[in-house]
């Protein structure tokens, strides 16, 4: 089965999505292209980075691009390769602390997308679930993700979303084409 352009899969913490998103990647014949955003900043983040990379075995090149997603995903997708990006939520959080221009970044992403010599998947969290933030960079934050993630999910032909490690289309080439 191809992947169609562009892949969202969405979900909360510990939901399956960086797992479901690497079997679509694996279903895939040539190079798989793995960019991370996560940084190890401490022991816990450092050992869930580990995990990951032993999941995915030698077969996987990785990528780690905290900050410059878009020039990476410009220079790794393209024919006979296809890129996994894990995850959107936490580039957006590097983007943040680095004080980045959050939509100039998020536009230049989506622009992005539409010109991607490749497919690629993208990983991230649904952060618009649970309470309102109590502070006003928590509020932000969740913002920017959801809007994010809508851009996202408007671009791409295919959007899952992750519950209980079972996945649920919520956007398809088919149903996209009806719309």
């Not at 928590?138 to 519950?163: C, I, K, P, W, Y």
Request: hydrophobic share 50%.
């Amino acid at each position: 089965m191809a992947l169609p352009p562009v892949t969202l899969v969405l979900g909360g913490a510990r939901s399956g999505k960086s797992r479901y998103a690497e079997f679509l990647i694996e279903s895939q014949p040539g190079a798989w292209i793995y960019l991370a955003t996560a940084e190890p900043r401490d022991a816990e983040m450092a050992c869930r980075i580990q995990q990951h990379r032993q999941r995915r075995g030698a077969r996987w090149c990785t990528r780690e691009v905290p900050i410059e997603l878009v020039t990476a995903l410009a220079e790794t997708a393209g024919a006979g390769r296809t890129v996994l990006v894990d995850c959107l939520t936490l580039w957006l959080a590097n983007l943040m602390e680095a004080g980045r221009d959050i939509e100039r970044e998020a536009g230049a992403l989506i622009a992005a997308l539409d010109g991607l010599a490749g497919p690629v998947v993208l990983v991230a969290n649904e952060v618009g679930l649970g309470i309102v933030p109590d502070n006003a960079l928590s509020r932000a934050f969740r913002d920017h993700a959801g809007q994010l993630n809508q851009s996202v999910a408007e671009r791409a032909q295919s959007v899952v979303f992750m519950t209980a490690g079972l996945p649920v289309a919520v956007k398809s080439a088919a149903r996209a084409a009806l719309a």
